[in-house]
Nanobody
Framework: QVQLEEFGGGLVQAGGSLRLSCTASGRAFSINMGWFRQAPGREREFVAAITATGGTKYYSDSVKGRFTISRDNAKTIVYLQMNSLKPEDTAVYYC??????????????WGQGTQVTVSS
């Protein structure tokens, strides 16, 4: 069992930056991790993922070049650095564990989400 909790959401102006953190507890932190987001009225969508060792990273086309996923296995934290934010990045961001897939159903564990709002 893995418990996930996200931190770092908030309100930021377009062009600004935020860093989201996801802390994991409950088992050894040797697990693939991902970030998803869900805007009002839309399906949850893949943002980024990272393998257990941090050696391989994946990004959606919409965030590639602006967002960076990383992890600190000693602290059991996964980060999502978000730069050059746009109003269309506004969503609830979720941390997930168990895969690097783009499909929500492939992940075993989910956090409760953190709201990110980008004003124009």
């Amino acid at each position: 069992q893995v418990q996930l909790e996200e931190f770092g959401g908030g309100l930021v102006q377009a062009g600004g930056s935020l860093r989201l953190s996801c802390t994991a507890s409950g088992r050894a932190f040797s697990i693939n991790m991902g970030w998803f987001r869900q805007a009002p009225g839309r399906e949850r969508e893949f943002v980024a993922a990272i393998t257990a060792t941090g050696g391989t990273k994946y990004y959606s086309d919409s965030v590639k070049g602006r967002f960076t996923i990383s992890r600190d296995n000693a602290k059991t934290i996964v980060y999502l650095q978000m730069n050059s934010l746009k109003p269309e990045d506004t969503a609830v961001y979720y941390c997930a564990a168990g895969s690097t897939s783009t499909r929500t159903g492939d992940y075993l564990y989910w956090g409760q989400g953190t709201q990110v709002t980008v004003s124009s």
